[in-house]
């Protein structure tokens, strides 16, 4: 009877210790939101080389894929971003506006080169729908909904000279939207949408993804998900995982500092030129998690990363993945920094957890996340200070003219220049949640249940606005009219 006592005791105790260890402070799980939410979806795995010597990746993709659609499809349509640098005329990075920074030498050729395609195991014609070989359409035969097959590519990709999202700069090889990831099936079809020079022109469903990177000894990798790594001979192998993502993002150099920092039980990793920039991007990245998490949800994944590139935006967001412009790092830019982390780190909300049109409703989630920031000054700065931003985001945008027929509901291939673009869809849009919310003081609460609500999917333009009206307990349709769709 002692023994069982005893027995019973020490069970007791041990279950104590497990249940503070798993849900303790400071101990928390994470990554298991994402986890939960990987089961069934299509699974990318990708083999990647890279060459810096010759700026070229190499690539072998295996997709796993299952049609969830109730429509037979005859084909598969992959968005192949890395196409359009290959001539002048497609280039995303050769406008005007944005030419002499992204191309500070001169137009430098990339571009993708597609060496073979497989249908379970069947060698597959293919072609490009698009001049400039963005819409890679593949023959299937017919898969009838809830089937599966496995697509096999190998192809190449030539890395230009250029400070875009996709490119090189000063020694920092970025690739953003630079690897075949599968179209969005909507409404019987593939979204086959422009590579348009202004905003992000980018939408996929979330899947899984292993991916494994071969580089040279000595270059560090930023990327999407959560990373080991061994080196043999001259190379190193990283391997990636992760589960519920709609895309892998991931930038190389030899020449970032690091810093890591533990929050909440995230690893938030920060790569920079120098050693403070990076102290400094984990620093901001960790209290822009925490105001996240605590106003939309937890953050659904166990990383989150970020690093210094060469572009000329702000910077662009990737599922745990920021890339910042490196003039946000230099001195007296703290502010910049704090704030383009914090708009950036949103997106992990508004693009990565839910996903939108950003092509048709680019508003649905930069809208979202500037009003984020504005939150996020007040809270932890403090009335002025919020005023003071919003006087010059927000109200000095509304003193803007619109240009001829764009409204902050406009497709992104209604603007002509970046300029025109953030003031409309960033400053116009976010006035009309500033507005909602001195209505009815309660946006942050219906951004949550829209976070709840469409995590991992992808939501329209309704379904937010339906949101909104539900959980402020208000009709915003007119307001959202006013706002997001009326010529000034």
């Given at each position: 009877m002692k023994y069982l006592l005893f027995l019973t005791a020490l069970l007791m105790a041990v279950a104590v210790i497990v249940f503070f260890f798993f849900h303790g402070k400071g101990s928390k799980e994470t990554g298991l939101r994402a986890a939960k939410a990987a089961d069934g979806l299509d699974h990318y795995m990708y083999e990647l080389v890279f060459r810096p010597e010759s700026d070229e990746l190499a690539v072998t993709l295996t997709l796993q894929y299952t049609n969830r659609t109730q429509d037979t499809q005859s084909d598969i349509v992959l968005r192949t971003w890395a196409g359009a640098y290959q001539q002048y005329e497609t280039s995303p990075a050769s406008i005007d506006e944005l030419f002499d920074?992204?191309?500070?030498?001169?137009?430098?050729?990339?571009?993708?080169?597609?060496?073979?395609?497989?249908?379970?195991?069947?060698i597959v014609s293919y072609s490009f729908d698009d001049e400039a070989s963005t819409v890679l359409r593949v023959p299937v035969g017919a898969?009838?909904?809830?089937?599966?097959?496995?697509?096999?590519?190998?192809?190449?990709?030539?890395?230009?000279?250029?400070?875009?999202?996709?490119?090189?700069?000063?020694?920092?090889?970025?690739?953003?939207?630079?690897?075949?990831?599968?179209?969005?099936?909507?409404?019987?079809?593939?979204?086959?949408?422009?590579?348009?020079?202004?905003?992000?022109?980018?939408?996929?469903?979330?899947?899984?993804?292993?991916?494994?990177?071969?580089?040279?000894?000595?270059?560090?990798?930023?990327?999407?998900?959560?990373?080991?790594?061994?080196?043999?001979?001259?190379?190193?192998?990283?391997?990636?995982?992760?589960?519920?993502?709609?895309?892998?993002?991931?930038?190389?150099?030899?020449?970032?500092?690091?810093?890591?920092?533990?929050?909440?039980?995230?690893?938030v990793s920060a790569y920079a030129l120098s050693k403070d920039g990076a102290k400094k991007a984990a620093e901001y990245a960790v209290k822009a998690l925490r105001y996240c998490a605590s106003h939309y949800g937890d953050y659904p994944y166990s990383t989150f990363t970020v690093c210094s590139i060469g572009f000329p935006f702000g910077g662009m967001e990737y599922p745990q993945l920021v890339m910042v412009s490196n003039s946000c790092f230099e001195k007296n830019s703290s502010d910049t920094l704090e704030l383009t982390l914090v708009h950036e780190t949103a997106h992990q909300w508004f693009y990565a957890l839910v996903g939108s049109d950003s092509f048709n409703q680019p508003w649905q989630d930069e809208t979202l996340c500037e009003y984020t920031v504005l939150g996020y000054v007040k809270e932890r700065y403090g009335t002025d200070s919020f005023q003071a931003l919003r006087a010059t985001r927000v109200d000095a945008a509304m003193q803007d003219p619109l240009p001829l027929a764009v409204t902050p509901g406009s497709p992104i291939s209604y603007y002509s220049s970046y300029t025109a673009y953030s003031s409309v869809v960033y400053g116009r849009g976010t006035a009309f949640l500033l507005d909602a919310d001195e209505m009815t003081g309660k946006v942050d609460a219906a951004l949550k249940a829209y976070c709840d609500r469409y995590a991992f999917r992808i939501a329209s333009r309704d379904d937010l606005l339906t949101t909104l009206c539900d959980s402020c307990e208000a009709d915003l349709y007119p307001l959202a009219v006013d706002y997001l769709d009326t010529l000034m």
């Open positions: 920074s992204c191309y500070p030498e001169g137009f430098s050729e990339g571009g993708i080169s597609i060496e073979g395609v497989w249908w379970n195991d069947t898969i009838a909904a809830d089937e599966s097959g496995r697509l096999r590519l190998r192809c190449r990709i030539q890395v230009p000279h250029c400070a875009h999202r996709f490119g090189e700069s000063n020694g920092i090889y970025q690739f953003g939207n630079a690897l075949p990831v599968l179209s969005v099936w909507q409404d019987g079809v593939w979204h086959t949408d422009e590579y348009w020079p202004i905003g992000d022109p980018f939408m996929s469903e979330c899947a899984n993804y292993d991916v494994t990177l071969s580089v040279p000894k000595g270059w560090m990798c930023a990327a999407t998900g959560s990373s080991t790594s061994k080196s043999s001979g001259d190379r190193t192998l990283f391997s990636f995982h992760a589960d519920a993502v709609r895309e892998f993002g991931f930038a190389l150099s030899d020449k970032w500092q690091k810093a890591e920092k533990k929050a909440d039980g995230i690893t």
